[in-house]
């Protein structure tokens, strides 16, 4: 029985297609849905470190101060976690995997100058509401003490 089934097998193998490709020639194919690794678009970025949170191996860093976004891409399992949890949708999955090298890098990336002046922008308008906000609870507590007090006399 064993010789037949090598003898099957191996007639088969004789006249099928290669299962591998002749790599510096053929041009690697990788299939939809494949892991390959993080990308960012630092346009859409806003920094808010959810990727940073949600990332199981705490290869991703986000420092606010210096507007800046850094992945150690060897420490990166593919997991997809930072992808899915990105509110802006800046982060993606390449297809192409990480190339291997003899030293472990970390990529850091910053926001263009476009995007931190709308950061800015962002960060003042915030400030201005919140000021208002304030003045405004304020302006009440003191409308209301004014308004009780003539009704105690």
């Known amino acids: 029985m064993g010789a037949l089934n090598f003898a099957g097998r191996a007639l088969k193998n004789l006249f099928s297609a290669p299962a591998t490709i002749k790599y510096p020639f053929e041009p ?12 960012n678009d630092m346009d859409q970025c806003i920094l808010c470190g959810l990727c940073q949170m949600r990332c199981p191996t705490k290869a991703i860093t986000v420092d606010k101060g210096s507007q800046t976004w850094s992945i150690r891409p060897f420490s990166c399992i593919q997991c997809r976690c930072c ?18 090298g003899s030293v472990k890098v970390t990529k850091t990336f910053e926001l263009s100058d476009k995007q931190k002046e709308l950061l800015a922008a962002q960060q003042k308008a915030a400030a201005e509401r919140a000021a208002a906000a304030k003045a405004a609870a304020a302006a009440k507590a003191a409308g209301g003490n004014a308004a009780a007090k003539p009704e105690a006399k």
């Open 28 to 39: 690697r194919v990788y299939p939809e849905g494949t892991r390959g690794h993080v990308e």
């Open 83 to 100: 992808v899915d949890n990105c509110p802006k949708k800046s982060l993606s999955m390449g297809l192409k995997y990480q190339e291997p």
